[in-house]
């Protein structure tokens, strides 16, 4: 049953993900330079969701949770892990075939396996956001998100982005039959200097955990995030035109605010010094910035604004 | 007679969905096509995750031409009334005929409107259908402006009759109906023709999609039972899995796996819950062992390995769900072990709700109130405070923070490996219940007292915060928890005045709520409560002195004490709010017999008595009530006491009297007032004796013996003579009548 070109690595499903893609004509994009809970934060998704233009990008997003720190323990859980995202606005007709044809592309063939759509509907209350959609289950195991982009930042997403979003460690660790993440072969196996997730990962899983969760200065991080939200308010305030007339809303350095501001919030969750009664109050600090982000936005030639 | 076939092919339609949809889509198109003049013998609609069906046969081929005929103005009427009359017709003068009417010519309008083709119909119908469909939830996508549940990709719509079949023709944003559909999404993708509905049934199950849901839960049922059977399993019945599993698959393939040794010591309850949250696994029971030892997943697809690498997949899947529930447990059993303290600690810093203190302090005032309703249902006291102290730890547990619907179900567990009895572990398992109205009801003492306890304080306590149910608002779910104290009285026969746990309940929240602003009454009240919990014995035996007819309690006495240090209106307010919860029960109670075929008036005329707070009580005497009340002696009876009441009370007013003593045979006329003299004589007593024995069947027949002689008298009698001793003797004997009625119920308030 076994295909003849099924991976070896898990950097190789990366590599057949990102050949897929750009295939089908999506902009292969790097990561995003900072620190994000999910794929959906880089502003390729968030921003480019909304307004009139045609998008289509996939990338690589190294993604953090600092409350699923585990020291490299669990199997499954960590701090730090990769998600690859695919973004294409208007969603097109044919998505889920492209979707299962990239199943098909890292070797997970629908005629062996047992592909299943069942419900899931997105929301991402920081962000203001949410849609319709399904998690997509390969024998049982949830391998993607799979959602249709129906509200960003408060705003209705017109055209609808479909946005897909596949876990790459667990997917990786289905295809390649591994029971421990960090057992997972990163490189080929058979190369001469080959190297684990966990000849990568170990070391730093334990680090961050003890980190995010015992030695995070909470006072500097509180002060951060107050830091944040001032300056990310600043920017969406200043006047649209620069000293030379230009006119320059500056969405993008604003939303970069936002996003920090989020991991910020995030590292004091897993510092424990969050009520529950704050947490919503605290989520609702981010949504406004994200909004206020979203709204600029709409005012930019990127969102479709005519000059 | 065409037959219509409708199909509206999507992406997958939430399961959950599925079952109301067809039933959406069958009312929407039927109903629109009948509204425009058609006629259909029968309808079916089907549904599998990527359709929505439905199938009309008998379809008249064109809606009549009606006829209708209007009269207008008369022919010598103003030209302004003729022109109104031409508007409202559309018809223009010389279409119009005029007639001879009694009072001479007047226009008439004849409108015809010739009959249309189905096809126009449906293609209309059917659009109107689909942007009006009712989902829960609906999307765009693309850059389209039509919503659905999830993008429709196409239509089928067509009308066949012997001649053949015809497309409809019909475009909805862009989506034009035809003639075509799909099968199974990796079995049989390509799409084909159909011309009826035999015809696409066939071809359906041809490209692997069985339309029928029902058909396919009967393919699993039967498949999943001959997987068991081969092991000597049995599957543990699920309907809401069963009916989500069918929703979830259009070609239904079960596969039967075994859960490996190292998982079996797991709680049957974990892992049943764990396989059907996680990965909607059917459990298979061992029924020689006891325990869930295997699981039945069902695939949508036939592959050329069987499924082999398919039931791999899930079992790698559910080992590794089931090493973490392992985990949980282990962890949850050391600290059940050591005494649960942590857990204990945990609620303190969780909120229950921010105006009632924390969980910790919630756990209080339900050990408080179980300890003191403990003797009223026969339960030790010592056990029931220890199983109400114990009862909410899980939910610090590991395992029902992974699984909040195993709440209670692991506190019986680890109260037993904290050593517990059973009847305390048994306490937490059962002290939410019932939860639904055909929930099983706890009989356990124990129990019975902890949930008691539970549920007085939910009420209690949300009440004391004035967060009571509205309209549909009901966010705390006050109703369910009346509902389930009404059903836990009655079906285990506890007798006892409500009215106490309530006043302690409704005291304790209150201080919680207030003990923010220190000094006040309440929140002094609340800590003297705290120390009248601490002398359980003093609480208890007021509590059970209460319940035997004694109005005096511990909180009764506080208030009093307190009074002459505060306001009286914050007593009033505190008196006003048990007796606004009293009522909310009551209505609760009325509800809940309605269902039971007791009429609300009947209820109403018992609760208008005393005692009304002791709702077995109240039961036995609406059911004894009712009873009489549909026999013709009782009916004529009803009659009888409203008739004696009426008269008193219009001579009470005019006369500025209350007529209530005093009635003496001696001044009686004639034999029908004798008559009832005696029979009253023989009737008070003997009620008497039945409501005091609490027999109110007997008390029935004692009242209903009333009857003949009651008739009689108003029969022969004139009560209003000009003898005024007559009169006032006569009316004092009516007075007799209406006490005698009052022993049992409010009579006025019986209608009819």
Known sequence: MTSPNRPRSFQEIILALQNYWADKGCAVLQPYDMEVGAGTFHPATTLRALGSRSWAAAYVQPSRRPTDGRYGENPNRLQHYYQYQVIIKPSPPDLQELYLGSLRAIGLDPLIHDVRFVEDDWESPTLGAWGLGWEVWCDGMEVSQFTYFQQVGGHDCKPVSGELTYGLERLAMYVLGVEHVMDMPFNDPDSPIALSYGDIFRQTEQEYSRWNFDQADTEMLFQHFKDAEAECARILEAAETDSAGRRIPMAHPAYDQAIKASHLFNLLDARGVISVTERQAYIGRVRALAKGCADLFLTTDAAGVAR | MPDLLIELFSEEIPARMQARAREDLKRLVTEGLVQAGLTYAGAGAFSTPRRLTLAVEGLTAHSPTTREERKGPRTDAPDAALEGFLRSTGLTRDQLEARDDKKGQVWFAVIERPGRPAAQIVAEVLEAAIRNFPWPKSMRWGAGSLRWVRPLHSILCILSDEAGAETVPLTVDGITAGNTTRGHRFMAPDAFTVTGFDDYAAKLRRARVMLDAAEREAEIRQQADNLAFARGWQIVPDDALMAEVAGLVEWPVPLMGVIEDRFLALPPEVLQTSMKEHQKFFSALNPKTGRIEGFVTVANIETPDDGATILAGNQRVLAARLSDAAFFWENDLREAKSGMEAWRDGLASVTFHNKLGSQADRIERIAALARGIAPLVGADPDQAERAARLAKLDLRSAMVGEFPELQGTMGRYYALEAGEPEAVADAARDHYSPLGPSDAVPTAPVSVAVALADKIDTLTGFWAIDEKPTGSKDPFALRRAALGLIRLILSNDKKFKLKVPLEVGLLRARGASLSAKRGDLLGNLASRLKEASHDPVAYADALTLAAKGSDVGVPGKLVA??????????????????????????????????????????????????????????????????????????????????????ILTQAEEKDGVEYSFGADVKFAETDQERALFSALDTAEPAIKRAMQAEDYPAAMTAIAALRAPIDAFFEAVQVNTDSQIVRRNRLNLLSRIREAGRQIADFTRIEG
Do not use: P
């Not at chain 2, 009325?590 to 008595?609: C, F, N, S, T």
């Open chain 2, 561 to 646: 004490q307190d009074l002459t240090h505060s306001s009286w209106s914050d007593y009033t307010n505190w008196e006003n709010g048990l007796d606004a919860l009293l009522s909310f029960l009551h209505d609760r109670l009325k509800v809940y017999l309605r269902d039971q075929g007791i009429r609300h008036d009947i209820i109403d005329a018992v609760l208008a008595q005393e005692g009304n707070d002791d709702l077995l009580q109240v039961v036995s005497r609406a059911t004894a009530l009712n009873a009489m009340l549909a026999t013709d002696d009782g009916r004529n009876l009803t009659q009888g006491l409203k008739r004696a009441s009426n």
